[in-house]
């Protein structure tokens, strides 16, 4: 039995192996995608530099556009970026371990994670289908959909954990009134 196998053998929801898979995904993208736009140009290697290009050029992202092709009206996206990379990444690592191990006590951080990963990708989905963004349709559509599971998932990791919080609470309480 494989050490996977092990971890996943029944103790965990279908949703807690999605999560998992969403942190551990995560972190290469996080690392090798999504901090690129906010170096300068000469410190990102040349092999993230053709893949940020990937992203620009034939998917036509216009967000992850770096050196001359970065768009001086994404700061606050860039922004973003900056959060994933301080806040987040360190996070992700704690995420694999506390699904890996179905630790009790991960719902209120998972909650914290959902909500807030929610709320920032409002206004990017926003930004892609109402704001200024010279994309055909069929490209925001494409993007959207590269775009949409950072929404859908933490949502309902954000539902999920806040379910958790709540019964956790009640439970506590109910202890504490016998």
């Known amino acids: 039995m494989s050490a996977f196998s092990r971890a996943f053998n029944g103790r965990h929801s279908k949703l807690d ?14 690392l090798l995608i999504d901090v690129v736009p906010i170096f300068p140009i000469e410190l990102i290697p040349n092999a993230l530099i053709s893949l940020n290009s990937l992203l620009t050029d034939v998917l036509g992202d216009p967000f992850m556009g770096t050196g ?78 590269i775009y949409m599971p950072y929404l859908l998932i933490p949502l309902a990791m954000a539902y999920e954990s806040f379910k958790h919080c709540v019964s956790a609470l009640s439970a506590s309480t109910k202890s504490k009134k016998s």
């Open 17 to 30: 192996i999605v999560y998992f898979f969403y942190f551990v995904s995560h972190i290469p993208i996080t």
């Open 68 to 145: 001359s092709r970065a768009r001086s009206d994404m700061t606050w996206f860039r922004s973003l970026l900056v959060c994933e990379l301080v806040l987040q990444l360190p996070f992700f690592f704690y995420a694999v371990w506390a699904l890996w191990t179905n630790c009790p006590r991960r719902h209120a951080p998972l909650l914290v994670y959902g909500v807030h990963v929610a709320t920032t990708m409002v206004p990017v989905l926003g930004m892609l289908f109402r704001g200024n963004v010279d994309r055909s349709c069929n490209t925001r559509a494409m993007l959207a959909g």
